[in-house]
């Protein structure tokens, strides 16, 4: 008996292993001030579906000089019971967590710079941060200090942050709570700010903001968040400023691989050009776009108000392939934003963004931020980015185990292995974009064949499709599907209308 036993086992463990590291997290932050946003844009807890995040953050508290917690809004936060409506989302979703951020943007670093480097202020924070948790029902507190060493911090705020985090976690074992914290993405802030082994050791999940990267700032248009370097990034700093880059940067320098959510932002950045005529990737800049009717900040639109303003007609929308994003633009605005084609390309991307990808898919996704969305569906079914990543997860979760399956060419159990593909029948369309498939894997992917990067069209049903994509030394076949009655376009390289297809 002896031997098949411990194959089987050796079977279940490896299926175990697998179904433990799945890329499986959607972190989802919730800035609390879109409540105060009008029209369509005001979003309140309520609005918020618990059922599309594994982790809920609340943002933003801040502190005082001496490490205590400071409520930015405590009317909003505490009189008006933000606080606990928002916890109160887990009697909807069982496994849900929720955690509260402090921190943020318009905090600054200085505070924080000085209360790191004191032991008594780090000790007065981590209670407070403690006793906020607890009164109010958190599982955990998330640390969001833009950035430690830069924007006035100290050289020895990479220390002083490694020493809070490993004093934080000592605190929070104690009471089996969670520890994350939101950090910068690409390599040269990485290198500024962190002891990466030693936040990957401390914190449960590192969310990196792999967004902002491209924005009025530079002066010339540029894409919020490209997934990989465009052909007119030629110097070698340049070429880091992209997703993949900075994906890999924190894996490199010591990361956890199953510790990072990856970033993805809701929204795009937008420019004003100073040519009208010139609206490429590049393109000369007067400054900012102008701010949108809900978000009122100049430079950037929420995903909601970019696709509310599609709906009014004008645009045209580029499909920049190099970086996997679309940018759009109309008269002199501007802007480069994730739709939810691209996002569902990151999602799916993010288990395979080094080559020997298999033991080293990421923990999940990050999103900042669930509010603006389209949380009404006012552009098409609701909540069309947060959709289109359930769907790409479940799909290369099962994509990754039939690999493991088929390595160990042991019996294929993939039929209880399949369960971290959720299907719960809310597959719902992205606008005119495609869906990524989160139904049969096994059987979509029959047939195929990758040779290359890229996409290709099933030869038997032309509603279906995959993108190809680089494991190891070989390509796999990411099963994707059009909305119905659309098939998939060759030529253009998406979904489109049956009579303007050719070849089906
Ligand atoms: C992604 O990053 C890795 C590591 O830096 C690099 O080797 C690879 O070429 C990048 N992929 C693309 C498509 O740029």
């Excluded at 995040?53 to 409520?71: A, E, P, Q």
Aim: with cysteine; net charge negative; hydrophobic share 40%.
């Amino acid at each position: 008996m002896g031997r098949k036993i411990l194959i089987a086992l050796l079977v279940n463990c490896l299926l175990w292993e697998l179904v433990s590291a799945a890329t499986d997290k959607v972190v989802c932050y919730h800035g609390s001030w879109s409540k105060y946003r009008s029209g369509n844009g005001q979003f309140t807890v309520n609005d918020i579906d618990p059922n599309l995040c594994t982790h809920l953050i609340y943002s933003f508290v801040g502190i005082n000089t001496d490490g205590s917690i400071l409520l930015l809004d405590s009317t909003l936060d505490v009189n008006n019971a933000n606080f606990a409506n928002f916890n109160a989302l887990k009697t909807r979703n069982a496994a849900l967590k929720t955690l509260v951020a402090v921190g943020g943007w318009g905090e600054g670093s200085t505070k924080y710079s000085a209360v790191a480097a004191s032991a008594t202020s780090r000790a007065t924070f981590i209670q407070s941060a403690l006793n906020l948790v607890q009164t109010y029902g958190f599982d955990g507190f998330d640390i969001d200090w833009e950035y430690p060493a830069q924007r006035g911090g100290a050289a020895a705020d990479v220390q002083n942050y490694a020493t809070l985090i490993k004093e934080f976690r000592t605190v929070f074992d104690k009471h089996g709570l969670l520890l994350t914290a939101a950090v910068a993405a690409t390599p040269g802030s990485v290198d500024q700010s962190y002891d990466v082994p030693a936040l990957s050791k401390y914190l449960d999940i590192i969310n990196v903001m792999a967004y902002d990267i491209h924005a009025s700032w530079d002066g010339v248009t540029g894409q919020n968040a490209p997934l990989y370097a465009s052909s007119i990034d030629t110097t070698a700093s340049a070429k880091l400023l992209n997703v993949n880059a900075s994906i890999s940067g924190w894996i490199s320098r010591g990361a956890d691989p199953q510790k990072l959510a990856l970033g993805l932002g809701v929204y795009g950045r937008s420019f004003t050009l100073s040519n009208s005529a010139i609206s490429g990737l590049g393109a000369p800049v007067s400054g900012a776009g102008n701010s949108g009717p809900y978000t009122l900040e100049a430079g950037m639109l929420g995903y909601n108000e970019i696709c509310e303003a599609q709906l009014a007609g004008g645009w045209t929308t580029v499909w920049d392939d190099e970086q996997k994003v679309p940018y759009s633009f109309k008269g002199d605005q501007w802007i480069g934003y994730d739709n939810p084609r691209s996002i569902a390309i990151k999602a799916s991307i993010i288990l395979f963004i080094v080559n020997y990808a298999k033991s080293l898919n990421l923990g999940g996704v990050m999103i900042w931020s669930i509010e603006t969305e389209d949380f009404r569906g006012i552009c098409g079914s609701k909540y069309p980015i947060l959709n289109a990543i359930k769907s790409a997860l479940g799909t290369a979760n099962e994509n990754i185990e039939e690999n493991v399956n088929d390595d160990t060419g042991g019996n294929d159990d993939a039929s209880s292995g399949g369960g971290t593909a959720v299907d719960d029948g809310n597959d719902t369309p992205v606008g005119d974009e495609t869906v990524v498939d989160d139904g049969t894997a096994s059987g979509g992917t029959g047939g195929v064949t990758c040779t290359q990067a890229g996409y290709i069209r099933d030869p038997a049903d032309c509603n279906k499709f995959y993108y190809c994509l680089l494991v190891g030394s070989s390509y796999q076949p990411l099963a994707q599907q059009c909305n119905s009655n659309l098939y998939f376009d060759l030529e253009s390289q998406t979904c489109n209308w049956p009579q303007l297809v050719s070849g089906c």
